[in-house]
């Protein structure tokens, strides 16, 4: 096939005087040489200049550059031209959205290099051959994103072996994965993403070794019995206990957890980097002493969690160098306080009873303080509104049963008040407490306290801190 056999967008620059068809052999002139004998760009080496072009034809959240936009910046120059030409990288990211007659030419001129294909809508008919070509280059496939149903069900019947050198594997939108998928019987050796969105999955699939990144969102399964249910503990548990080397987890949407299910073992993840859950369900099915990123968001939490169910969430919070912690009486957040933090921390828990919060967060700081103190200096934000912002003070203005005598938050030297007319006594008890504790294990004393629209305001200087205290002697 020609090149120029491939559609060119139209293209509109102040500077070119006539586009460049797209050819091989074109010699139309892209720029007035009267005006400028050589842009500064072209005097970049060929391989900066291909990393700016790749950069410019890459669209926000794609994966590489998109041949509509290789196709403009090819019209720049002779320059960019011969650049584009001979660079195989720039021509592998293939999308088929509107059609799938570009395909042959990117695989031409990507000439045998790893090849990121993305299938947006099922092709037509008269597409079918080039979805052909594809698939007979399954060799080269490096990623694959399958955007629709009728897609992941036409690509994996004409396959005739595993995709061999796969490495990342997207599959959305109501899918349904058939227990014969070449996909997954056997999965590719080199498979190191898996990403599972609104699809349904085989009882007896096979969990996939080896993987880095585990990304699912409202999975179902299929049952025994060609019933459907969410995605059970027993096997997400499966599938980390195969992979222990994540560093990536994403897990979001409803889980089904039996009564043999709690008792499973948390599986060590000691590579995890980056976890983000939406589902207390699965908290206690794995552990990252080294995670530095963390998004916990739980929505309409009806009840206390099961013992340990923090597991995951507190070895990075006992890492952080500051934290924020606000209470309110149906929410909890605990958050980064530094900028840019080198732990990043984002727990963000709805309640459906004013009550949980408070339980919630004993609970949180109970596993968090249970072998040893957190470093973390804190901040605690309390509204005024309600007894919630009473009830915490009390719980951290003692030391934690037992023979440690740790006190929770130690090093927590500001309090944040919301609204005005919180009761100053309790204030003024709880910094007392903490300034007056004795030995080792004493906590670091508050040396701030503001009211955030009310009266008070300080800058962790200690002098808003005597003005709360001298209002609560004159009460």
């Not at 926000?60 to 584009?84: D, H, L, N, T």
């Amino acid at each position: 096939m020609n090149l120029s056999d491939l559609p060119l967008p139209s293209y509109s620059l102040g500077m070119i005087s006539e586009p460049m068809g797209f050819d091989d052999k074109a010699t139309g002139t892209a720029i007035d040489q009267s005006d400028m004998r050589k842009l500064p760009i072209d005097t970049l080496p060929t391989e900066l200049l291909e990393w700016v072009i790749r950069l410019g034809a890459t669209e926000f959240q794609r994966c590489g550059p998109e041949v509509r936009w290789i196709c403009e910046w090819r019209r720049v120059s002779r320059k960019w031209a011969s650049v584009i030409d001979h660079g195989p990288a720039l021509w592998s990211y293939i999308v088929v959205e509107n059609g799938a007659g570009h395909v042959p030419t990117q695989l031409a001129k990507s000439k045998g290099a790893p090849l990121i294909i993305r299938l947006e809508t099922f092709p037509t008919l008269q597409d079918e051959e080039w979805i052909r070509l594809l698939v007979d280059n399954v060799q080269r496939w490096k990623s694959i994103t399958f955007d629709d149903p009728f897609q992941f069900k036409g690509v994996s019947a004409m396959l005739d072996s595993p995709p061999a050198m796969l490495e990342a594997l997207v599959i959305c939108h109501f899918n349904s994965i058939p227990p014969d998928s070449k996909f997954f019987n056997p999965p590719s050796p080199n498979l190191r993403v898996l990403e599972l969105i609104h699809v349904t999955i085989p009882y007896n699939i096979r969990p996939i070794f080896g993987l880095e990144e585990l990304h699912l969102f409202r999975i179902r399964e299929t049952l025994e019995d060609d019933t459907f249910a969410s995605l059970s503990a027993r096997k997400l548990h499966q599938f980390l206990q195969a992979s222990p080397g994540l560093q990536v987890l994403e897990l979001a949407g409803d889980f089904s957890l039996s009564a043999a299910d709690t008792s499973l073992q948390p599986v060590d993840l000691p590579n995890l980097k980056e976890l983000n859950v939406k589902s207390h369900l699965v908290l206690n099915l794995f552990r990252g002493e080294h995670c530095a990123d963390l998004t916990v968001s739980l929505q309409r939490v009806e009840e206390k969690l099961s013992p340990g169910a923090w597991i995951s969430v507190v070895p990075t919070l006992r890492r952080a160098k500051g934290l924020q912690v606000d209470v309110t009486d149906f929410s909890l957040q605990i958050s980064s306080l530094l900028e840019p933090p080198t732990i990043k921390v984002k727990l963000d828990i709805e309640l459906e009873d004013k009550d949980l919060s408070y339980a919630i967060l004993e609970e949180i700081l109970q596993e968090l303080e249970n072998e040893s103190c957190i470093s973390a200096r804190v901040q605690l934000s309390l509204s005024a509104h309600g007894d919630i912002g009473v009830k915490v003070l009390k719980l951290l203005q003692s030391p934690m049963p037992g023979p440690s005598s740790r006190w929770r938050l130690p090093h927590l030297d500001t309090v944040r008040i919301r609204g005005a007319g919180f009761p100053n006594q309790y204030l003024k008890a709880f910094v007392q407490a903490r300034a007056n504790a004795q030995g080792d294990q004493a906590p670091k004393a508050v040396t701030s306290i503001f009211e955030i629209d009310g009266y008070y305001y300080g800058s962790g200087d200690g002098e808003t801190l005597g003005e709360v205290m001298d209002d609560s002697e004159d009460e």
